[in-house]
Nanobody
Framework: QVQLVESGGGLVQPGGSLRLSCAAS????????IGWFRQAPGKEREGVSC????????YYVESVNGRFTISRDNAKNTAYLQMNSLKPEDTAVYYC??????????????????????WGQGTQVTVSS
């Protein structure tokens, strides 16, 4: 069964750091762009960052640029999101997702939710003192 499993969430104080992991099973991430999304209570799910498989090029939304770093290890079939200088407004459930690279729309809309084929179950990140 194709699965993406996130881990690494938790409670952290403002200014702290967390590293999220996204492990894939029953399929290889080599041909997929990996995206991280988040959903805060009462809000729509939004894109945070993504990384392409072949070029390793990355994209960040403005609110996390300079604080978050996305990476991937294709040998381990795993992607990561390093989150530094966390703020209370970063509190949300974080999801990883995989979009097949064959979709040309990914170039224009790298964090468009409907382009992502597989989704994890999410991991809670709470930033609070």
């Amino acid at each position: 069964q194709v699965q993406l499993v996130e881990s690494g969430g938790g409670l952290v104080q403002p200014g702290g750091s967390l590293r999220l992991s996204c492990a894939a099973s029953e399929f290889t991430l080599d041909n997929y762009t990996i995206g991280w999304f988040r959903q805060a209570p009462g809000k729509e799910r939004e894109g945070v960052s993504c990384i392409r498989s072949r070029t390793g090029s990355t994209y960040y939304v403005e609110s996390v640029n300079g604080r978050f770093t996305i990476s991937r290890d294709n040998a381990k079939n795993t992607a990561y999101l390093q989150m530094n200088s966390l703020k209370p407004e970063d509190t949300a459930v974080y999801y990883c997702a995989a979009a097949h690279n064959s979709q040309p729309a990914l170039l224009l809309y790298p964090l468009s939710l409907d382009l992502y084929d597989y989704w994890g179950q999410g991991t809670q990140v709470t930033v609070s003192s």
